[in-house]
């Protein structure tokens, strides 16, 4: 990244959690969609490693986690040239832009998150981050004026927390934050679990069959395909409702190769369940297989560091600009 397109004026920032490796629903409801959007938006893409020790986390995992994320966006199409990628704990002005807005952000309306309600729920012993998790992420967003922060629906309400937090600050000590809108990226197709295939696929899901991740084996992301749920109707067709592994199958292959479900259920019209399994695999292992050849090439590579050195420097100091006018606008020394 030397510098943004100057053609390009509006600006999108999104921060992903090193929580685990990233499935074939995120690559396809939500990196493709990154992938179109470069093009069109200065993108800030970071990892949200301080976000993801909210929860406990094993450093080893975490550690090698984080290098492997930036490694796999990069092998999916998220251009470096394009795109500032970045690793949110080697800026540390995002916590100490965090820390300001603390102290301008309300317990009631922390107590009010639902992510936060519902993981607090599940374990008594949750730490203060937990809850302080969406300033984080409002310093996150705010650090760099962007327009917009794609975002799953379940993340909107830390957006508008921000954008109160923003709107509350600029009357308070006068303009310092541009307040940014969320861009909901889960208006596209979900793809379900190959078991359960009324349940998305999720990074966290405990059966191992259900999910493929992007840095699965290729031999055994052909077997769980081949293994995947269907019904006993044996006819390839669209039903969603009635017929929701076949409809998973389908939409997977819509997405990686841009037919339409017209053009897939005619070239399978006569054909088996085994036989079109067997060319959903094919589908899915040919473009697993070139991100995993991208990956290998990138992930011990010295470009990776220097992309990470770079962006580092380049998003310290626009961060380190808006952390010294917040000091200035509410009176802290110098
Ligand atoms: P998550 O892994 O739930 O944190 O989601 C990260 C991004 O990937 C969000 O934009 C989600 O909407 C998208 N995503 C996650 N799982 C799926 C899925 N099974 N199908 C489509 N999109 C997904
Ligand atoms: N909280 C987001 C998630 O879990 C990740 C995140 C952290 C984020 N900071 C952000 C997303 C800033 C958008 C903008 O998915």
Redesign the pocket.
């Known amino acids: 990244m030397k510098e943004f397109n100057q053609k390009i004026t509006k600006s999108i920032?999104?921060?992903?959690?090193p929580?685990g490796i990233i499935t074939l629903g995120n690559y396809i409801g939500a990196i493709k969609q990154m992938v179109r959007m470069q093009d069109e938006f200065k993108s800030y893409i970071?990892i949200?490693d301080?976000?993801a020790i909210t929860v406990p986390q094993d450093p080893e995992k975490l550690h090698k986690n984080i290098r492997s994320l930036v490694a796999l966006y990069i092998a999916c199409g998220i251009d470096p040239d394009k795109n500032i990628i970045f690793v949110?704990s080697e800026n540390e002005y995002h916590a100490n832009i965090s820390w300001l807005l603390e102290c301008n952000t309300y317990f009631g309306e922390l107590s009010r998150m639902t992510?936060f309600k519902d993981k607090s729920s599940k374990n008594a012993n949750f730490s203060a981050g937990l809850f302080t998790?969406?300033i984080?992420?409002?310093a996150?967003?705010l650090a760099y004026d962007v327009d917009y922060?794609?975002?799953?629906i379940?993340?909107k309400q830390?957006?508008e927390l921000?954008r109160n937090i923003a709107s509350r600050f600029n009357k308070k000590y006068g303009p310092t934050f541009k307040v940014p809108e969320a861009y909901i990226t889960d208006f596209g197709t979900k793809i379900t679990d190959l078991v359960n295939p009324t349940k998305k696929m999720s990074k966290s899901s405990a059966n191992q069959k259900g999910v493929i991740r992007l840095l699965d084996d290729l031999k055994s992301i052909e077997k769980k395909i081949m293994g995947a749920t269907t019904d006993s109707d044996c006819q390839i067709k669209y039903d969603p409702l009635n017929k929701p592994g076949i409809s998973n199958l389908i939409n997977i292959c819509v997405a990686l190769t841009g037919k339409t479900i017209n053009e897939i259920e005619n070239a399978f019209k006569n054909q088996n369940y085994g036989e079109f399994k067997k060319y959903v695999a094919s589908v899915v292992v040919e473009e697993i297989r070139g991100i995993q050849k991208r990956y290998e090439e990138i992930i011990n590579s010295e470009k990776l560091d220097q992309i990470l050195n770079e962006n580092i420097k380049i998003t310290r100091s626009i961060a380190k600009e808006k952390f010294i006018t917040m000091k200035h606008n509410m009176g802290l020394y110098k």
């Open positions: 920032l999104t921060g992903i959690q929580s970071f949200a301080m976000h949110q992510q998790y969406p984080l992420m409002a996150d967003i922060v794609p975002v799953g379940d993340q830390h957006v921000a």
